[in-house]
């Protein structure tokens, strides 16, 4: 493995001193190349504001594909495509074979979500390889957060008691970025590599319905021949396509900065329990340290702007306490979801920072939010979470309930100190100049504005209805 460098000041410097393979977005062990980033005199890494990584890659064979006429493919004529392209399997074949049945220019766009630096490495010269006219990245991990990841945290939103959304928040961003650029580009039609089988095909979709219904979608997976990832390497092979995996490892990922997925192989057999190598973020809770970590998290109006004390921005906040809580073995899970399109399936998330961030925001919230309210919040939180899944981003009824969300959390505002410990997340204390707690009310030992007399007429005329209930039994028939 090269040596991975960072630009320091001008000065070329040993990554190990400044970033961890964490911040980096994978284990150190696993960046191939040699990998330069320009680091702010602040010391944050200036990828937030723009692109700066250069990855030096292997070069690619251009793929042996025959130029397709330009009057006609084999399923059609479309002028120019935009497609979602990660330089994973599904995207990489797709390149080849919009050509052959389109006859078109595939323009590849590539979204910067905070996944795996190494899925960013040549990413340029693998879609161009593939039979792609260019590559165009943009860098949306501040409008991830901020826009998206954040309004799901303040709302609640977890899908089906354990998924925190993390795929299905970002499908709706890249989209958006896919429709902004075909408009730029002048493309008649999108494209994405989502497997027919799944939610995320929806997630695109109705975001470009919503956004420019005029442009065609194209989505391979519901057209093509290929019936699985064995066939989608054989046509990789045979086009000369560069992949990243092979037919020993098949497992299906989504890496963004919010978590890590897993999907696929043996975890399509539910006796399986997940194979120990196949966690590639987070550590095995039981190699976890033996001594707990304490973290304050700081809280504005229901969404986090600090920890230990430190102000940060939302993606270096995010970004900091995905390493804390890796380090900790937080944040996995492993379960059954419900899809969208009517079957069941399984995945396996890491989510290490968001896992710590939901914890502390529910705990807050206890604090500073009344029953009736919460009971409200936590109803809708569910719709919400629902809303997000089925890929109904821009859907109305989802805006309207985050205005409510927004308007709710007002006053949650305050800290919130967890201990992660061998995987876990607890709290171990709750600040807010907002609390609804008051210790001169509800200690057992002082109290004059509340009496220990008042409760017995409070629990007469509460439990009125079930005294009624109960005496209407006692009555001879």
Not at 461 to 471: M, Q, T
């Amino acid at each position: 493995m090269a040596q991975a460098s960072i630009l320091y000041h001008d000065k070329v410097c040993c990554a190990r001193k400044f970033l961890s393979g964490y911040q980096l977005g994978a284990r150190t062990g696993e960046l191939h190349g040699n990998v330069y980033a320009v680091i702010s005199k602040d010391g944050s890494d200036s990828r937030a504001h723009k692109q700066v990584v250069r990855a030096v890659s292997p070069s690619y064979k251009v793929s042996e594909i025959s130029e397709t006429s330009k009057d006609k493919g084999l399923r059609g004529k479309l002028n120019k495509i935009v497609l979602a392209y990660s330089g994973g399997l599904d995207t990489s074949v797709i390149v080849p074979w919009l050509r052959e049945n389109y006859g078109c220019e595939v323009i590849c766009f590539t979204g910067d979500v905070g996944q795996n630096i190494k899925e960013l490495e040549g990413l340029e010269a693998k879609a161009k390889a593939s039979g792609a006219s260019q590559l165009i990245v943009k860098d949306l991990k501040e409008e991830l957060v901020k826009d998206y990841i954040f309004p799901c945290l303040r709302a609640g939103a977890i899908y089906e008691r354990k998924y925190l959304l993390g795929t299905s928040m970002t499908r709706p961003l890249i989209a958006k970025a896919l429709v902004n650029i075909a408009k730029e580009v002048n493309a008649d039609a999108v494209a994405h590599g989502c497997t027919a089988k799944g939610s995320d095909q929806v997630c695109f979709e109705l975001t470009v319905y919503a956004l420019n219904p005029t442009l065609k979608v194209v989505a391979p997976w519901r057209e093509w021949d290929i019936r699985s990832r064995e066939d989608a390497i054989d046509y990789a092979l045979k086009h000369n396509v560069p992949v990243p995996v092979t037919k020993k490892s098949i497992y299906s990922r989504d890496w963004n900065l919010w978590h890590l997925s897993h999907e696929g192989d043996i975890l399509e057999d539910l006796t399986n329990e997940p194979e120990k190598d196949m966690y590639m973020w987070t550590l095995d809770p039981e190699d976890a340290p033996n001594k707990p970590e304490f973290v304050e998290i700081g809280f504005v109006s229901g969404l986090p702007v600090s920890v230990n004390g430190k102000v940060l921005t939302p993606v270096s906040l995010i970004s900091e306490l995905n390493q804390i809580g890796a380090r900790h073995g937080v944040g996995r899970v492993d379960m059954i979801e419900n899809r969208i399109v009517g079957m069941k399936g399984r995945g396996v998330y890491e989510t290490p920072g968001g896992t710590i961030l939901f914890t502390a925001a529910r705990e807050l919230e206890a604090l500073t939010l009344d029953r009736e309210t919460m009971q409200v919040k936590d109803s809708l939180a569910l719709k919400y979470a629902e809303l997000v899944f089925a890929g109904r981003w821009f859907d109305p009824l989802r805006e309207s309930m985050d205005a409510f969300m927004e308007k709710i959390t007002e006053t949650t505002t305050g800290s919130v100190t967890v201990k992660l410990y061998k995987g876990s997340v607890s709290v171990t204390s709750w600040k807010s100049p907002y609390s609804l707690y008051r210790r001169d009310i509800s200690s057992f030992e002082t109290g004059d504005m509340y009496r220990n007399s008042d409760a017995a007429g409070f629990t007469r005329v509460y439990g009125l209805p079930i005294w009624i209930r109960g005496a209407m039994r006692l009555r001879p028939q």
